[in-house]
């Protein structure tokens, strides 16, 4: 066996760093992004998942870009959240970056998506970001922009934060999205 592996939620034993696309499932992706408090679980006022934030991605960026949008996230299931800033503007960023990208790849390929991004993903992602800021974080600590990295700004999406989504809701709606957007 070799080293720099972990158990998914399915049982199966996957290597994050030399990811095969046919041992990703989907099931692995909702229960583990469902368990990830979104900001390290650090400025959060109520639970949110990365799981919830993908839902809400894929609901405001464009129709056919959907199922790249509730994935955008999912090699986080694999490799864990790192928030923007240190993802960004730190020694580790580049190192992270790269597994994520090579993650991404075998996401795309396992799920038949386009290897690049889509512009309406890369928008609402931003966009949930400032409305997370806003309805979640309240008053940053320093100027968000800076971390949006030129994405453009759009007015914020509402999140509802009188109600709050647990592990396993966020997971049961994020599978439920998946399906009803065609998702095998």
């Known amino acids: 066996m070799k080293p ?12 994050p ?17 469902a368990n990830q408090c979104r900001f390290a679980g650090q400025a959060v ?12 991605v894929s ?10 949008g509730l994935l955008h996230d999912a090699a986080e299931a694999y490799l ?3 928030p923007r800033p240190l993802k960004h503007a730190s020694t580790l960023g580049p190192s992270y970056r790269r597994a994520e990208a090579k993650l ?13 991004e889509p512009k309406s993903v890369d928008t609402a992602d931003a966009a949930m970001l400032l409305a997370e800021q806003r309805d979640l974080v309240g008053e940053p600590a320093c100027g968000w922009d800076e971390w949006l990295h030129g994405a453009p700004r759009v007015e914020p999406a509402a999140i ?10 966020s997971e049961s709606v994020y599978l439920r999205r998946f399906y009803e957007l065609g998702g095998r």
């Open 59 to 68: 609901r405001i960026c464009l129709e056919e870009d959907a199922l790249w």
């Open 160 to 169: 509802n934060v009188s109600s709050s989504l647990g592990p396993a809701e």
């Open 17 to 33: 760093l030399d990811p095969d696309p046919e041992l990703i499932v989907v099931d692995d992706i909702a229960h583990g992004l």
């Open 104 to 116: 991404m790849r075998a996401i795309c390929e396992r799920f038949d998506l386009p290897a690049r």
């Open 80 to 82: 864990g959240d790192l």
């Open 4 to 15: 720099g592996f972990i158990q998914t939620y399915s049982g199966k034993l996957f290597y």
């Open 45 to 56: 006022r109520r639970y949110y998942s990365v799981a919830e934030h993908s839902y809400h």
